[in-house]
Each structure stands twice: as structure tokens, then as C-alpha cells.
């Protein structure tokens, strides 16, 4: 039962919330459907902690005035959450009622995968959803940007950077370990700008470790003093990792794992921008009378696409940078 479709008179309440793992510029995007709701003449509701504050009602109404002085800040305004609950149909069919007895006509979901799944299912109690691609692991296939990624990798970079002058310092080989538990973009794209000699994906690794010992033996022999390992987060034992290479290749190594300062800190100024034109785009969907929608930035263009279809898209890592990775770590 859909309780709103295709008029823009129709849509009278939309509401926001933000789900999964936090992403610099969430507050950047929720500003933008605060405002641009306001501007159509919406009333829009804030939902606290994704999912959760959903199911638990926990909601704020939002004006202008709500969302001022957070564009800069990392995190979320709205906090986020995981919601086991949603993974079961009860759970999914007290969500759009609940959805429904407070009279949202659209609910935007600023999220990475996980949450879009739980948008879909809301979708199919007849909740309009929009989603908008938030999330730094760039792991989303139905869009080329997610928000938070480029400031989570110039965060890793910078902090890479740093180890890199230790390392060097020291005549050390490290073990850098960045979030990626699924995926390896943050990993390949710091191992490109930080010019390290390997780079471990999930994506591509075949965990045969002593390859890596070899490659680092061989560059050793050909004289190189600093050895720079990028190990994305779903490979993990970086620590183990370090003590083996030692142990193989007798060279100094350090394991060093950059955690949660990828997720935080102020965004960059394409992570402010992107998500503010992609928040403003999901409530321009609503009113013109969309629904079932995720927003996306694909071939240079913001657009969106159905939900569904999107999540039945499937995303590798970009293999030309994967080949210009490979030829570079010389
Ligand atoms: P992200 O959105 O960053 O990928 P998660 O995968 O943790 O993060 O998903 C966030 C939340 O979305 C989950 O805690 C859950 O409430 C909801 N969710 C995830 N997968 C599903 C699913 N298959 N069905 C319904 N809800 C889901
Ligand atoms: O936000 C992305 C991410 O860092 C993933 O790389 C990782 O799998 C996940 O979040 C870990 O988040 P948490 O520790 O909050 O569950």
C-alpha cells in the first residue's frame, strides 16, 4: 500500500535520518534536505540513531535554524546506529507503520548498503524512500561518490604521510592498516598518492604472503631502504603480518592501524558539496513525485535510479587504477 505516489500537493512531511557507519559530510547532506524541504514547503522530522530511533519513535522536528553550524563538522547530527531488528520482517513492518502514524510522506536514508537494503524493504510496505550514498568505503555500486570518501582518504594519506618519515627515518618497513572491511578503494587510492610499494585488498589479494616477502626481499636486494605496505581492513593481522615479514626478510617492521580517524574530522570541500547537491536532490525527487529512489553521481552527473535496481548492482575496484598501482610500486 503506497500512501503516497507521483504528486508533488501530496507530500506534506518528509523525514531524515542517517544509518550505518558515520561518514564526514552526513551533516553536510542533512542539512541539505532540512533546507531544501523548507523551501518547498515541507515539514521535515529528524529520526535519531538511523533504524533504531525509528523503531523507538525518537524523533525532532527540524527548521532552518536546526542544522545551522554543522556543514563543517564530521559525524552526524542525528547520531546512527545498527538496527538488528530491521533484518526481520516484524521489524521492517513496525517501521513503516510507524512511518505511517506520523504521517511521513518520504523518508530520506543517508546511508551506505546495509541501510539501503533496509530502505528497499521499507519500500515494500509502502514507505517512499530516497536514498543518498553515504558511507567512506565508496563501496556502493550504484554510485562512482559516496560521502565521506575523499576525506577519509585525505586523512589517511596525511596520516600515512607521517609513518611514511618515521619509516624512512628508521630505514623500516611498515604495515599501514586503513578501513576497508569489505572493500579496498580507500586502500588503492592511498596506495597511489602515498606511493607505497603494496597494496593488500580484499578484492584482489590471494593471501599468499610469502609473494609479498619475495617482492620485498627483491626490492631490498635492489637497494630500496623504505617499504610501504597499504593493508586494507578485511585483510587485517597487520600486526602478525609485521612480526612474519621481520622475521623473513630481517628488516625492521612496524605495524601501524589508522582506525577511526578515517571516519571523523570536518569535511573536505568535495564532501560538503556533493552532499549537500545530493541531499537537495533527494528531496527534489520526493517533491516531484518520485519515490523508491537512491541518489547517485555517475559519469559526471548527478542523477538518481530505482532502489531495487540498484542494489542489484555489483562494483569492483577500478582495475585501470589497480594496473597504474601495479606498474608504479617499483
Ligand atoms: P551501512 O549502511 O553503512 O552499510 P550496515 O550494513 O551496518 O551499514 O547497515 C545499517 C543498518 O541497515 C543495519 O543495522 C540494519 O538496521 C539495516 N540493514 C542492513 N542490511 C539490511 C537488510 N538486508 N534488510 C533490512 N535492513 C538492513
Ligand atoms: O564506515 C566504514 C567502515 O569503516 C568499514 O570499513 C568497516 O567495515 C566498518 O565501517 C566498521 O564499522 P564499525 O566498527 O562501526 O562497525
Redesign the pocket.
Known amino acids: 500500500m503506497a500512501f503516497l505516489k507521483g504528486k508533488k500537493k501530496d507530500i506534506k512531511t518528509i523525514a531524515v535520518l542517517t544509518s ?4 564526514p559530510g552526513m551533516n553536510a547532506a542533512v542539512r541539505a534536505v532540512v533546507r531544501t524541504a523548507i523551501v518547498n514547503g515541507l515539514k521535515v522530522k529528524g529520526i535519531r540513531r538511523g533504524y533504531s530511533g525509528l523503531l523507538e519513535e525518537d524523533f525532532i522536528d527540524m527548521d532552518a535554524r536546526s542544522v545551522s553550524d554543522i556543514i563543517q563538522k564530521g559525524g552526524t547530527m542525528l547520531y546512527t546506529a ?1 538496527c538488528p531488528e530491521m533484518l526481520h520482517a516484524d521489524g521492517v513492518e513496525k517501521a513503516a507503520y510507524i512511518c505511517r502514524k506520523h504521517g511521513i510522506d518520504g523518508l530520506v536514508v543517508i546511508g ?1 548498503d546495509g541501510s539501503y537494503r533496509g530502505a528497499q524493504k521499507l519500500s515494500e510496505h509502502g514507505v517512499n524512500v530516497v536514498g543518498v550514498p553515504g ?3 565508496l ?1 556502493i555500486a550504484s554510485s562512482d561518490y559516496t560521502i ?1 570518501f575523499d576525506t ?1 582518504l585525505n586523512t589517511a594519506m596525511d596520516a600515512i604521510d607521517r609513518v611514511r618519515d618515521s619509516s624512512t627515518s628508521h630505514e623500516r618497513c611498515s604495515i599501514i592498516e586503513v ?5 579496498g578503494h ?1 586502500a588503492l587510492w592511498c596506495g597511489i598518492a602515498n606511493g607505497a610499494e603494496e597494496i593488500l585488498v580484499p578484492e584482489r589479494y590471494d593471501y599468499e604472503e610469502q609473494d609479498v616477502i619475495d617482492r620485498v626481499n627483491t626490492r631490498k636486494k635492489l637497494g630500496k631502504k623504505l617499504h610501504i605496505i597499504i593493508n ?3 585483510i587485517g593481522d597487520s600486526n602478525g603480518m609485521a612480526k612474519r615479514i621481520e622475521a623473513a626478510t630481517g628488516l625492521e617492521t612496524r605495524a601501524t592501524i589508522i582506525g ?1 580517524i ?2 571523523g574530522g570536518s569535511p573536505t570541500c568535495r564532501d560538503r558539496v556533493f552532499a549537500s547537491a545530493m541531499g537537495a536532490k533527494a528531496v527534489d525527487i520526493l517533491v516531484s513525485g518520485g519515490a523508491n529512489r537512491v541518489v547517485c553521481f555517475r559519469d559526471g552527473k548527478f542523477m538518481d535510479i530505482d532502489i531495487n535496481e540498484a542494489l542489484l548492482m555489483q562494483k569492483d575496484l577500478d582495475q585501470s587504477l589497480w594496473e597504474i598501482s601495479r606498474k608504479l610500486c617499483r
Do not use: L
Not at 550505518?20 to 561518514?23: E, L, M, N, V
Open positions: 550505518g557507519g558515520d561518514a545498527r551506505g558511507t567512506i568505503d563501496d565521506g577519509a578501513m576497508g572491511r569489505k572493500a580507500i586494507a581492513e578485511g577511526y578515517q571516519r
